[in-house]
């Protein structure tokens, strides 16, 4: 079976390898004119950010990054970063990368056009609609690790380097207007975040399975994602280039991230407060 597809569940998603390609398209068609493509520093000189960028280019979209993002984001690279964004009179954003460049990413086209702190939406109760829906910026996300699943969520997790606290920034429109999953931008990633991203995948569908809200769809995506991990992780860490499991893993990190809707537990209880306190790679 060939593992390329167009799907609408949450977001507009162009999954299958090679499929990077489309970023140009996928840009014109959420809008963007002017991306600035967001991704964290470890990304920012590798090769399959330069060839994006060059994609973009070519596309007559510019070639312009910020990549001055924390491994866990905080409000001063959010404040970084929309200084440029405004300056630059950019209309879009790129949230290229794991689960630090795609949160930053979104929450920098969230907050371009708003005029109150990031902490005033933090997802508690309706705070969310404190937010000028005609000041979001469309995204669209590019995944470079299969994990987080932030490329389909509607939120973002921001660590308050004051407090050390990390707090999800949610609203409805934080969902990208475009992801492309492209199981090739995977390819070269090392064994430890490998694993670390496919646990943190894992986690998040074992927590939505087990979660005790009545959730049956939510449910069902929680089992197969545990499945494709339990199947395909192995796989994926032991032979980096096995684009079969690359591609399944992709597809799993999705699935968590659309299944934790029905409810997170313990684990994330436990990792966000321990990795806003030191830094730990969220996962591992």
């Known amino acids: 079976m060939k593992l390329t597809g ?5 977001a507009p998603v162009r999954f299958g390898a ?11 068609a959420a809008g963007i004119k002017r991306p600035l493509l967001v991704t964290d520093r470890g990304l920012e000189e ?12 070519d596309a007559g979209l510019g070639r312009a990054l910020f990549a001055a993002v924390d491994p866990n984001p905080s409000e001063r690279n959010l404040e970084e970063g929309l200084r440029l964004f405004r300056d630059g009179g950019f209309d879009g954003v790129v949230a ?10 979104k929450t920098l086209a969230f907050m371009a056009g708003q005029s109150r702190p990031v902490w005033d939406f933090e997802d508690v109760g309706d705070w969310w609609t404190r937010a000028d829906p005609a000041g979001i910026h469309p995204i669209v996300a590019v995944p470079t690790t299969a994990g987080t699943g932030s490329e389909v969520g509607r ?9 050390h606290e990390k707090k999800i920034i949610f609203h409805p429109k934080m969902l990208p207007s475009a992801v492309i999953c492209d199981p090739e931008l995977t390819v070269g990633l090392p064994k430890a975040i490998t694993a670390g991203a496919g646990l943190d995948a894992f986690a998040h569908c074992v927590e939505a399975f087990s979660s005790p809200h009545y959730h049956p769809i939510c449910q069902g995506i929680a089992l197969e994602g545990m499945r ?16 079969e499991a690359r591609a399944q893993m992709m597809s799993a990190a999705a699935m968590g991230a659309s299944a934790f809707q029905k409810g997170l537990g313990a684990v994330h209880a436990l990792s966000h407060p321990i990795g806003a306190h030191h830094g730990t790679h969220h996962g591992t």
């Open 46 to 57: 590798m090769e399959i950010t330069r060839r994006t960028l060059d994609l973009l280019q």
């Open 18 to 28: 090679g499929r990077i390609s489309e970023i140009g398209d996928a840009c014109n």
């Open 228 to 243: 494709l991990v339990k199947e395909y992780l192995p796989r994926a860490h032991d032979d980096g280039t096995d684009l």
């Open 96 to 105: 290229f990368g794991g689960g630090s460049g795609l949160d930053l990413g």
């Open 155 to 163: 939120a973002s997790v921001i660590t308050n380097s004051s407090t």
């Open 6 to 10: 167009n799907w609408s569940f949450p």
